[in-house]
T-cell receptor, first 118, second 117 residues
């Protein structure tokens, strides 16, 4: 069965601190996709990144970086020099590859509430 | 940039009433989804829809729920007789499918907040 675990329920940091949000996943599929979404207080889901299971290269986008480790089934997200605008709930999600009848539904973790204090 | 739209943004209804939540997916997308998020909880998959039929549904998606793509552009979620526990944010999403770098990315609408009194 597919499962996504975000053990950190809530993290509070002071502006300019670096923060890492953890994500651990379980799947029996050999090909799958991992995602991070941001949900600000306004409620919409903002797509941040998608990673394919066969591409373990880490990625950096501005202050955001992602560390994908297949050996530990983890896909962690780091925000460097956090800002107040980063305050939101962050969800990690997993989907299967989408062939053989699979529907690519997203399985979400429970989310991590990040509060960045000025 | 094309986006998924949902109406209404907020719906208040009385328990036992029927509600229809509307979504307009991105026009060249082939796969459509509804998700639900009870306040303060995680986002949960409800149903996926492809080629004018349900391709998968979760345990949450019982006989009170139905989906339809009535006119080739709208994608609707109907709750036949709402219960208090149906109060949640409902997100629609669409995915292009086929090949290409964005084939497997789901684009989410802004959500409809449903409040059942």
């Amino acid at each position: 069965a597919q499962k996504v675990t975000q053990a950190q329920t809530e993290i509070s940091v002071v502006e300019k601190e670096d923060v890492t949000l953890d994500c651990v996943y379980e799947t029996r599929d050999t090909t799958y996709y991992l995602f991070w979404y941001k949900q600000p207080p306004s409620g919409e889901l903002v797509f941040l990144i998608r990673r394919n299971s066969f591409d373990e290269q880490n990625e950096i986008s501005g202050r955001y970086s992602w560390n994908f480790q297949k050996s530990t089934s983890s896909f962690n997200f780091t925000i460097t020099a956090s800002q107040v605008v980063d305050s939101a709930v962050y969800f990690c999600a997993l989907s299967e590859a989408g062939y053989g009848g699979a529907t690519n539904k997203l399985i979400f973790g429970t989310g991590t509430l990040l509060a960045v204090q000025p | 940039e094309p986006e998924v739209t949902q109406t209404p943004s907020h719906q208040v209804t009385q328990m036992g009433q029927e509600v229809i939540l509307r979504c307009v997916p991105i026009s060249n997308h082939l796969y459509f989804y509804w998700y639900r998020q009870i306040l303060g909880q995680k986002v949960e998959f409800l149903v996926s829809f492809y080629n004018n039929e349900i391709s998968e549904k979760s345990e949450i998606f019982d006989d009170q729920f139905s989906v339809e793509r009535p006119d080739g552009s709208n994608f609707t979620l109907k709750i036949r007789s709402t219960k208090l526990e149906d109060s949640a944010m409902y997100f629609c999403a669409s995915r292009r499918g086929a090949g290409g770098s964005l084939a497997n990315e789901q684009f989410f609408g802004p959500g409809t907040r449903l409040t059942v009194l």
